[in-house]
């Protein structure tokens, strides 16, 4: 059973409803009346559920009027990953967020990646290794094996998530795989990341995905190349 508090089962149902019928920023949606009566709860409820996506800068309540849809529940991911892209700062924030995600696309992948998938991944690593081999970062296979994970996970919030990151995990990457060493130690921790997922370990691909960026991090922090993020910013 669902034990999340009513108003949060009633947003969902909310959004739901905003697909369904294909709404735009800019639309109006039923009173709050029409809305109960639809969506087959009460009006205590719909205003509950309201407040809440207003306060995530989904809807607009304008008094005397309606209410409108300011923009869609997935453009909050735009909006978001832009504003930290913007912030032009390698923090903490953007490595927490590629060890929750690339952790999570690891899994899914070794439980669905195609032998399409792990031909790309296969490919991404040779490119690793022939730009690691001429002496250079490894930037671009590493890129393509990172992408090419999460499109293995087949997970397309995932997939749009990272996308829409790809400035700031690109700026990532370049930190860390200009180090000296860095990019024979990250080569060696991607084809442990490929072997779990290619035998469909999904708790061995998820750690040493974990791993790879977790020591990454820890390794950036020490020598004071990851910023921290300023109080009250």
Same mark, same amino acid.
């Given at each position: 059973?669902?034990?999340?508090?009513?108003?949060?089962?009633?947003?969902?149902?909310?959004?739901?409803?905003?697909? /369904?019928?294909?709404?735009?920023?800019?639309?109006?949606?039923?009173?709050?009346?029409?809305?109960?009566?639809?969506?087959?709860? &009460?009006?205590?409820?719909?205003? @509950?559920?309201?407040?809440?996506?207003?306060?995530?800068?989904?809807?607009?309540?304008?008094? &005397?009027?309606?209410?409108?849809?300011?923009?869609?529940?997935?453009?909050?991911?735009?909006?978001?990953?832009?504003?930290?892209? @913007?912030?032009?700062?390698?923090?903490?924030?953007?490595?927490?967020?590629?060890?929750?995600? @690339?952790?999570?696309?690891?899994?899914?992948?070794?439980?669905?990646?195609?032998?399409?998938?792990?031909?790309?991944?296969?490919?991404?690593?040779? =490119?690793?290794?022939? @730009?690691?081999?001429?002496?250079?970062?490894?930037?671009?296979? =590493?890129?393509?094996?990172?992408?090419? /994970?999460?499109?293995?996970?087949?997970?397309?919030?995932?997939?749009?998530?990272?996308?829409?990151?790809?400035?700031?995990?690109?700026?990532?990457?370049?930190?860390?795989?200009?180090?000296? &060493?860095?990019?024979?130690?990250?080569?060696?921790?991607?084809?442990?990341?490929?072997? !779990?997922?290619?035998? &469909?370990?999904?708790?061995? !691909?998820?750690?040493?995905?974990?791993?790879?960026?977790?020591?990454?991090?820890?390794?950036?922090?020490?020598?004071?190349?990851?910023?921290?993020?300023?109080?009250?910013?």
């Amino acid at each position: 059973m669902d034990r999340r508090p009513l108003y949060e089962q009633v947003s969902d149902r909310l959004r739901e409803f905003i697909d /369904i019928n294909q709404l735009q920023p800019g639309d109006r949606l039923m009173t709050e009346r029409d809305l109960a009566r639809q969506l087959s709860v &009460g009006r205590s409820s719909i205003r @509950e559920a309201i407040t809440a996506l207003r306060a995530r800068g989904e809807v607009e309540v304008r008094h &005397g009027d309606g209410i409108y849809l300011v923009r869609k529940p997935e453009d909050l991911i735009s909006s978001l990953a832009a504003e930290l892209v @913007e912030t032009h700062l390698d923090h903490p924030a953007i490595w927490e967020t590629r060890q929750a995600l @690339e952790t999570q696309c690891a899994r899914l992948a070794a439980h669905r990646a195609t032998a399409e998938d792990l031909a790309e991944l296969g490919t991404a690593l040779d =490119d690793m290794a022939r @730009e690691v081999d001429a002496g250079e970062p490894g930037l671009v296979g =590493d890129r393509r094996f990172h992408l090419g /994970i999460a499109t293995a996970s087949h997970n397309p919030i995932l997939i749009r998530l990272l996308e829409s990151m790809r400035q700031a995990l690109d700026r990532t990457s370049a930190t860390s795989l200009t180090r000296s &060493g860095q990019p024979a130690t990250s080569l060696a921790d991607h084809r442990r990341i490929y072997d !779990a997922i290619r035998a &469909g370990d999904a708790p061995g !691909a998820a750690d040493a995905m974990l791993d790879h960026l977790v020591s990454t991090t820890d390794s950036l922090v020490m020598e004071g190349q990851v910023k921290e993020i300023s109080p009250g910013r």
